[in-house]
């Protein structure tokens, strides 16, 4: 009795290994739906809960079609530690992060590798207005240092500093390309973060600051058009917002509450 005690034993603790080793990739896509609140899923999720690949895309449709949001696919590697309650994840994707990501800590915070994320920036039209009217074009990039995420109930806090490059931009609503590159800072600290627009260079100056707070956008700027450029932009501007007061008609308010 004692033998076939440890046979049976030996059966079941096989067979749970043999569970937990194949556990499927669309494991992963039931994580990231539950982090993100059922904003983010994974497409067409391969391989297992360990090592995978999908790619990253919004809600699903009523027919449950994704669509990518990112270019090309992310691999990931994830340690069976997980187990007892050490993270440790490695993100990989050529075509979307200029380095593999790795994610290390425990069940409620996680210390994430510096790396920039390459997006598209047809996607900035997604924000709503004025950005889907102007159908902006050029290349964006989202990099940071070291961040540190928190789970806080719920909700997921970041901290640290975020930078989104927004380079050699371009709009079908203006005959002046490029139109500029800008730069926007984000300095964070849990569900909040101070935020600062620069202008690196072009015809079109941006600049302003705000706060973003608990998914609301707060944000005070202007824009202008630089010496010579201010009949060529004065259309563009004129959608932008209205001229900012004492500060002449080139001069536009950039007010978001």
């Known amino acids: ?27 992963m896509g039931q994580i990231v739906e539950s982090q993100s609140g059922g904003r983010l899923t994974l497409g067409d999720a391969q391989g297992t809960l360990w090592r995978g690949s999908a790619f990253i895309g919004g809600a699903a449709s009523k027919d449950g079609a994704v669509t990518p949001l990112l270019p090309g696919r992310f691999s990931w590697r994830l340690s069976p ?10 993100l990989e994707n050529p075509d979307a992060l200029t380095q593999p990501v790795t994610l290390r800590g425990g069940l409620s915070s996680w210390d994430v590798s510096p790396a920039a ?10 924000l709503g207005a004025p950005l889907n ?7 964006v990039k989202l990099s940071w240092s ?14 640290g ?8 931009m371009s709009s079908r609503m203006s005959p002046v390309k490029p139109l500029g590159s800008y730069q926007l800072a984000f300095d964070w600290k849990g569900q909040q973060a101070a935020l600062a627009l620069n202008s690196q260079r072009g015809p079109l100056l ?9 998914g609301r956008l707060q944000f005070s700027g202007q824009a202008q058009a630089a010496a010579g450029f201010e009949d ?18 080139n001069v536009i308010a950039l007010e978001f509450r």
């Not at 009795?1 to 494991?27: E, N, Q």
């Not at 009217?133 to 290349?139: K, V």
């Not at 060529?232 to 008609?249: A, D, E, F, V, Y």
Request: charge should be positive; glycine fraction near 12%; charged fraction near 15%.
């Open 1 to 27: 009795m004692k033998r076939f005690g440890l046979w049976l034993l030996a059966i079941v603790l096989s067979a749970g290994v043999t569970v937990l080793v194949c556990l499927p990739a669309s494991w």
């Open 161 to 168: 500093r975020t930078t989104l490059e927004l380079q050699e």
């Open 232 to 249: 060529q932009l004065g259309t563009l501007l004129s959608m932008l917002g209205q001229p900012k007061p004492n500060s002449g008609k």
């Open 206 to 214: 941006l600049s302003g600051a705000g706060k973003f707070e608990h």
């Open 81 to 90: 530690l997980i187990l007892f309650g050490s993270v440790n994840m490695q």
């Open 117 to 126: 994320l390459m997006l598209p920036a047809e996607g900035l039209a997604g």
């Open 133 to 139: 009217t102007l159908a902006p074009s050029g290349r």
């Open 146 to 159: 070291s961040l540190q995420l928190v789970r806080e109930g719920q909700a997921v806090s970041l901290h």
